[in-house]
């Protein structure tokens, strides 16, 4: 023991003696050989009655996902029943089908150790299925008619207007999530995607409106499928026709117009008695297939979505002490992206938080962005890219959806080398298009009583009434 002790003792000497010998770098100049990244591909094909899949083989673990992704969404909810997307998607999954109720679907997926999830967004839908591939067609049998047979179970639908209105009433009490609703509101004035539930809404909605809305917008030529894991082409085509094959209803592709820039400025308040607001500003921003996707990305990183660095975290929080979270963010869909600006701040400091920054944001106007930050920008963006590949279900997925959006093929190829090939003055031309105080948009929650300046400083305010009904 005493012998094997002294060992130890040797070997951790020579072990600090090595270290402490070599020269010490500045991590900053530590220079690594380029990283490479290839896409794998994922293989397009069609079944038999036109629903479109792309497929990517992984025999790693004997898994199968499939994820639809489906042409709806909120966006369509008809006038005075906001909330039918969601609830129709969410009663499709729980309600059972023509061949098994809702409990028993729960008790099959649970003693297959199997998943199937159906979710709305504002713009698509999603059904996913996630089994053993022994169980498979099991799984893909209940999958199908989740989709195609839904009952829509009258309890089922009881319950999740229940829980819908009950979400809706707790909004409300929590201040940041009411304030990015009521800037989603606000952001999309005039169009559709501006329409949001309320508990009148919910409360509007009846079976026969579910079934309507899946009529309308669940038939194969709206539909699109990624299917992943351990299984070959000819299993996967040979199941899925089986179940799929024969379902030929049909529709038409619907679309709504994109979201339009406004033409003057906006200032809305919203009043909460709380020692804190929220404060945001943003406005339309460009879509993936504008010109200006790529560098916009990299102006909205800079500003605000690239964490500790940015500028608006930076100076807002670090340097001012005026907010104890601050920054940006940029989502952008096919033809308009939304960009805004935030901040949570104490009451006394409102006005101050709003103004630094609208000026962080007019500098990118006025000048060009610092070379070091432009760099830094780029290389974290480039970096963070191959995390959105971690599964051979987020591949076959990422491929799809640039069908889905009409992107082109070599998108996701080209992206890092277009975020490289993005200069300061594409940066500056981006934040002169886009970020004029003239068509922007403010909100603000809070007490304004406490505030230390008015907000009429910045516009004309309107005053949004909020009430737990709305």
Not at 140 to 153: A, G, Q, R, T, Y
Not at 209 to 224: A, G, K, S, V
Not at 376 to 394: G, Y
Request: aromatic letters at 10%; charged letters at 25%.
């Amino acid at each position: 023991m005493k012998r094997l002790s002294v060992i130890i003792f040797l070997i951790f000497s020579l072990t600090i003696a090595a270290c402490t010998s070599l020269p010490h770098k500045d991590p900053d100049r530590i220079t690594y050989p380029d990283s490479t990244f290839e896409l794998p591909k994922a293989e397009r094909m069609t079944l038999e009655n036109g629903i479109i899949l792309y497929l990517l083989e992984d025999h790693e673990l004997p898994l199968v996902n499939i994820s639809a992704v489906i042409r709806t969404g909120s966006v369509y909810d008809p006038e005075g029943k906001e909330g039918l997307a969601g609830i129709t998607g969410t009663v499709m999954r729980t309600g059972g089908t023509e061949n098994m109720s809702g409990d028993e679907i729960d008790a099959e997926l649970d003693y297959m150790a199997g998943a199937i999830s159906l979710s709305m967004g504002r713009e698509s839908g999603t059904a996913s299925l996630s089994v053993l591939k022994e169980d498979i067609e099991k799984g893909v049998k209940i999958f199908s008619d989740v989709l195609i047979k839904p009952v829509f179970e009258e309890g089922k639908l009881r319950l999740a207007k229940n829980l819908k209105i009950e979400s809706l009433r707790r909004v409300y009490d929590n201040p940041q999530r009411l304030a990015f609703r009521e800037f989603t509101r606000i952001i999309y004035s005039g169009n559709p995607r501006g329409r949001l539930s309320s508990i009148s809404s919910v409360k509007n909605i009846n079976r026969a409106d579910l079934r309507r809305f899946h009529r309308r917008f669940f038939y194969p030529e709206n539909i699109m499928m990624a299917v992943s894991g351990d299984i070959t082409k000819d299993e996967i085509t040979t199941i899925l026709n089986r179940h799929f094959g024969k379902w030929s209803a049909a529709g038409t592709v619907e679309t709504v117009p994109p979201p339009g820039k406004r033409s003057e400025r906006s200032v809305s308040y919203i009043f909460k008695d709380i020692p804190q607001s929220v404060i945001i500003l943003g406005q339309i921003a460009p879509g993936k297939k504008d010109s200006d996707y790529f560098s916009f990305q990299v102006l909205d990183f800079i500003l605000g979505s690239g964490g500790f660095n940015s500028r608006i975290f930076n100076e807002v929080r670090n340097n001012l002490g005026l907010a104890y979270s601050a920054g940006s963010f940029y989502s952008a869909r096919t033809g308009y992206g939304v960009f805004a600006a935030y901040a949570m701040t104490k009451s006394a400091s409102t006005a101050k938080s709003l103004s630094v920054i609208r000026s962080i944001i007019d500098d990118t106007q006025d000048v060009l962005v610092k070379e070091k930050e432009l760099a830094w920008a780029k290389k974290s963006i480039d970096s963070s890219f191959v995390f959105s590949f971690t599964s051979a279900n987020q591949i076959a997925m990422q491929q799809l959806m640039l069908e889905y959006n009409d992107l082109p093929e070599d998108f996701l190829s080209a992206y890092r080398g277009n975020i490289n090939k993005v200069s300061l003055e594409d940066v500056k031309s981006a934040a002169v298009k886009y970020l004029s105080k003239e068509s922007e948009s403010i909100l603000v929650l809070g007490n304004e009583k406490k505030f230390d300046e008015s907000l009429s400083s910045f516009g004309t305010v309107k005053k949004i009434e909020v009430n737990n009904g709305r």
